[in-house]
């Protein structure tokens, strides 16, 4: 597994910079799955919405979740215009963790996530 993992995610692990380091394997040990569905009524599932304090840096195995921001128009049945959409092997609130800052975005389940966590508590010990 440790293998797969920082060949998948090698943009946040960087293994060639660091194929010896203990860190990076006690960082994918840490690693806990989640498992993020569609609603089944009408409200977007979502993970981070602004404002949110974020507490884990999610790395997506399979699904996709779209990066945006929240609508205050109440007229509208659209509550999130999306801007991007993050796909298998992206990670994100890798900024807001480290940083220790909350969301500045939302970020919504459009097709259901597989993914693995590393929570900012692990990180900040």
């Not at 660091?18 to 977007?44: G, Q, W």
């Not at 599932?45 to 997506?60: G, K, N, W």
């Not at 609130?93 to 590393?118: E, R």
């Amino acid at each position: 597994m440790f293998d797969d993992v920082v060949h998948s995610f090698r943009g946040f692990f960087q293994p060639t910079k660091y194929s010896e380091n203990k860190l990076l394997e006690l960082m994918c040990y840490a690693l806990t799955h989640r498992h993020y569905s569609l609603a089944s009524n009408t409200d977007e599932p979502v993970i981070y919405d602004e404002t949110d304090e974020v507490l884990e840096i999610i790395f997506i195995q399979k699904g996709e979740v779209g990066v945006g921001f929240k609508l205050q128009n109440a007229l509208s049945a659209k509550r999130y215009e999306l801007t991007t959409v993050l796909g298998t092997h992206s990670y994100f609130a890798d900024y807001y963790v480290l940083c220790n800052v909350k969301a500045q975005f939302c970020y919504v389940v459009t097709k259901p996530v597989h993914a693995l966590a590393l929570s900012k508590r692990f990180l900040l010990h």
